[in-house]
DNA sequence: GCAAAAGTGTTAAAGTTACACCCATGA
DNA sequence: TCATGGGTGTAACTTTAACACTTTTGC
């Protein structure tokens, strides 16, 4: 959606093709340089930063509506992606929105009752992504993007802040019972790598020897020949997932523990 | 609602009171008899069994909606009251419905755009409520209730089984999280009761003595000096639960096994 | 006294935690 | 050779799991 006519049409007629009253925020978590980070856009006119958005179109599942809006934004096609809550409390989502302030931001005509400034519901969802896979598309709204670690996360707009904690929340919860490590990392990593993953979600110190000893006796990852150079230190060896050891552990959430 | 006009200005004016596309689906749970029981209302004209569902007024809190409903149908003020997932991806949520159908049914004239027939996503929540509390009431749409034992449930409306069986799977994956002892039990019960619950809830089996010993050394319940006469059977214990320390446990998931 | 349900302790096994030194690498 | 980060094992402790007999009650 960049051009104006694009724009100007989906503003005037966009609740012909989806649902009025509910949208999709989706916290996409990537993990890079030992920081769990977080995309966020810059939004046009709002002049803050915000999760990368959509809505639902009228015939379309929502399942389906969260993968399509994060396939457009990051050009992933088969992702991890996971609802976890409805927001429907915040005063931000109980008022309807100011038109007038759209038509000095952006420009563009809007009647007072515009689908696009009444009173909206929003599903959390989660995506977690391989950082170096990501390609991020910006659009008329959107002026910028960045990767943000989950620690220094700027005040975001209307309710959000909400939002990603809440992703934050839930993630720590389920570090034990969704495959987030198999997710967040590339193929092949070191032990210090996701030891610091588990680390930088948890918040808090796990001790090296029990992690890895853990991880490895439950055959969850195995050990590759082959070792990364990091300069001047000893070269970390590489592992991988064991994908159906790894998955059938979370089914039963028998990793308690590091 | 159970006169003909309420019904009425209900269907043709309800979409100025209530945001359409979205409902409130709560499974009440409740325990009786040692099996656990959820709360159905048989719907008039759909000749079936289903949730004790509920709309979302305009400009009223989500979870807000969700009391309001549950209190309007139990009479219950303050209960145990959780969101857990929103559907939108069955079949049955992607279309919109019959008003024809509606016509013969309840011989209310509705127009083919009618908000209530449109495609709607729902808000499932569940509900932990003491059974000997609740007094239901039906209304024009529905013509009786009953509590259905979670084993025995019959096959429900549109996608609403998958909603049971969701907040049943939650219910599970929480019960080392969420006060549900609590909730479910009345003030004063004893050992058998609390271990059959627990044992129905997961539907496994849990060695009696390891059962209670937990719980009791970790001073989530307590002995009371009272028994409880059962008949021609030795008398059980009196418990209560110790509410500080049964929710501090419960924040920090200290509760694992039994 | 008999049938039915409640109550009670110990021991082996498994899992978790704590902890420190040597090794490999490139500059 | 030095600075930095990687890799490795053992022992104490805690938690969990398995298991059977005696007591109480009302008829």
Do not use: C
């Amino acid at each position: 959606m960049n051009s104006l006519e694009e724009v100007d049409d989906f503003v005037k007629n966009g609740h012909r093709h989806y649902l009025p009253h509910l949208s999709i925020d989706p916290v996409i978590f990537g993990y890079h340089d030992q920081q769990l980070k977080i995309l966020l856009l810059k939004w046009k006119g709002l002049n803050g930063w915000g999760l990368p958005g959509g809505f639902i179109q009228r015939r379309e599942p929502l399942s389906q509506a969260a993968h399509r809006i994060l396939q457009e934004r990051t050009g992933l096609e088969s992702i991890f992606l996971q609802q976890f809550h409805i927001f429907g409390d915040s005063p931000y989502r109980l008022q309807e929105r100011s038109t007038s302030e759209f038509r000095a931001n952006y420009g563009l005509e809007v009647n007072d009752d515009n689908w696009l400034f009444e009173r909206t519901l929003s599903v959390g969802y989660f995506a977690l992504v391989d950082y170096s896979k990501v390609s991020v598309r910006t659009d008329f709204f959107t002026e910028d993007y960045q990767w943000w670690d989950v620690k220094q996360v700027p005040p975001l707009l209307f309710d959000q802040s909400e939002v990603v904690e809440k992703a934050l929340a839930t993630l720590r919860l389920q570090i034990y019972h969704q495959p987030i490590g198999y997710n967040l990392l590339p193929e092949k990593f070191t032990l210090p790598e996701i030891h610091t993953l588990y680390e930088t979600i948890l918040g808090k110190e796990l001790d090296q020897r029990n992690f890895s000893k853990k991880l490895v006796a439950l055959g969850l990852i195995k050990k590759l020949a082959e070792q990364r150079a990091i300069g001047p230190h000893r070269s970390p060896y590489l592992y991988q997932f064991e994908k159906e050891a790894y998955e059938d552990a979370l089914k039963q959430g028998i990793v308690h523990t590091y």
